[in-house]
Nanobody, 119 residues
Framework: QVQLVESGGGLVQPGGSLRLSCAASGSVFSIYAMGWYRQAVGKQRELVAG???????NYADSVKGRFTISRDNAKKTVYLQMNSLKPEDTAVYYC?????????????WGQGTQVTVSS
């Protein structure tokens, strides 16, 4: 089993950027598909971006062209670079590690990090 700790959230103005990090421990990181999910107040948790153990990426339509997911297996860390942030990106962002690679929200979760986009 893998343990996950997110960092990098905060308050940013519209149009700004943030980079989230998710550090893993406790298992072999490279075999996991890694995902970033978010949950806004009053809404369901949704997949924002995912990266398989082979490096294939997928994104929610709402963030395509603005967000980039990447992973560093040597550092056991997955990143989410978020550019051109919008108020609707405000949410708690969660990191997920899943062996299946189907990004259905199973596997291990981090505690989440708050991202607030506001002027």
């Amino acid at each position: 089993q893998v343990q996950l700790v997110e960092s990098g959230g905060g308050l940013v103005q519209p149009g700004g950027s943030l980079r989230l990090s998710c550090a893993a421990s406790g298992s072999v990181f490279s075999i996991y598909a890694m995902g970033w999910y978010r949950q806004a107040v009053g809404k369901q948790r949704e997949l924002v971006a995912g990266i398989t153990r082979f490096g294939s990426r997928n994104y929610a339509d709402s963030v395509k062209g603005r967000f980039t997911i990447s992973r560093d297996n040597a550092k056991k860390t997955v990143y989410l670079q978020m550019n051109s942030l919008k108020p609707e990106d405000t949410a708690v962002y969660y990191c997920n590690a899943d062996l299946s690679g189907d990004f259905r929200g199973f596997g291990s979760w981090g505690q989440g990090t708050q991202v607030t986009v506001s002027s």
